[in-house]
């Protein structure tokens, strides 16, 4: 079963206009990170935020936000004023069952979400 | 130091070739990953080091082998690969923090664009 949900397969923008991207988990654990990455088209995953379970406070950084629904399990990302440098995949990932050996480390991701900026 | 650096960028191997792929971090992080990625599907696990030792192995071929020689060096050796084997490979690191129930960001690299023909 899928553990995150990223429904938005691609989302096209114009240079300035904000964005909204979705990412929806599941977990039967009380204790969980969520975590966003970047990839643009160089391929390297650039990480952006961890946010763990006990955590529920959003977070701005530049023009970059998040919010953390634990009632909604889902921690949506915004772009506000959106540049053509964000054009890239954004990856939502959720690691969970910290407690397992086998478990640790594991990150879970979603489909990505494909944000395409146009000047 | 925050990178983590792979070698090669680019390789282009026969289905009887061996080869190898290199990671190296110097951030002190004692976990390290490799993952797999195919062009628009997210990351895959495939292994993770934890304290130079194999923590995790996610039923991977063992065409793929690990190896970490130290707690800066990981290794991904290829043998007798196939075609469909051809993708992105992603090596990362974090800090080890699993005893304090914490898990830390993985911390990527530029990975390395595999073709097997």
């Known amino acids: 079963a899928q553990k995150v949900t990223q429904a938005q397969t691609e989302i096209s923008v114009v240079e300035k206009e904000d964005v909204t991207l979705d990412c929806v988990y599941e977990t039967r654990d009380t204790t969980y990170y969520l975590f966003w990455y970047k990839q643009p088209p160089s391929g390297e995953l650039v990480f952006l935020i961890r946010r763990n379970s006990f955590d529920e406070q959003n977070e701005i950084s530049g023009r970059y936000s998040w919010n953390f629904q634990k009632s909604t399990s889902s921690f949506n990302f915004t772009i506000t004023a959106s540049q053509v440098v964000d054009s890239a995949v954004y990856f939502c990932?959720?690691?969970?069952?910290?407690?397992?050996?086998?478990?640790?480390?594991?990150?879970?991701f979603g489909a990505g979400t494909q944000v395409v900026v146009t000047p | 130091d925050t990178e983590v650096t792979q070698t090669p960028k680019h390789l282009v191997m026969g289905m009887t070739n061996k080869k190898s792929l290199k990671c190296e971090q110097h951030m002190g992080h004692r976990a390290m990953y490799w993952y797999k990625q195919k062009a628009k599907k997210p990351p895959e696990l495939m292994f993770v080091y934890s304290y130079e030792k194999l923590s995790i192995n996610e039923s991977v071929p063992s065409r793929f082998s690990p190896e970490c020689p130290n707690s800066s060096l990981l290794n991904l050796h290829l043998h007798a690969l196939q075609p469909e084997d051809s993708a992105l490979y992603l090596c990362?690191?974090?800090?080890?923090?699993?005893?304090?129930?914490?898990?830390?960001?993985?911390?990527f690299g530029p990975g390395t664009r595999l073709t097997v023909l």
């Open positions: 990362a690191s974090s800090q080890e923090d699993r005893s304090s129930g914490i898990d830390n960001e993985q911390f």
């Open positions: 990932a959720l690691s969970e069952a910290l407690g397992t050996t086998d478990s640790w480390g594991k990150l879970q």
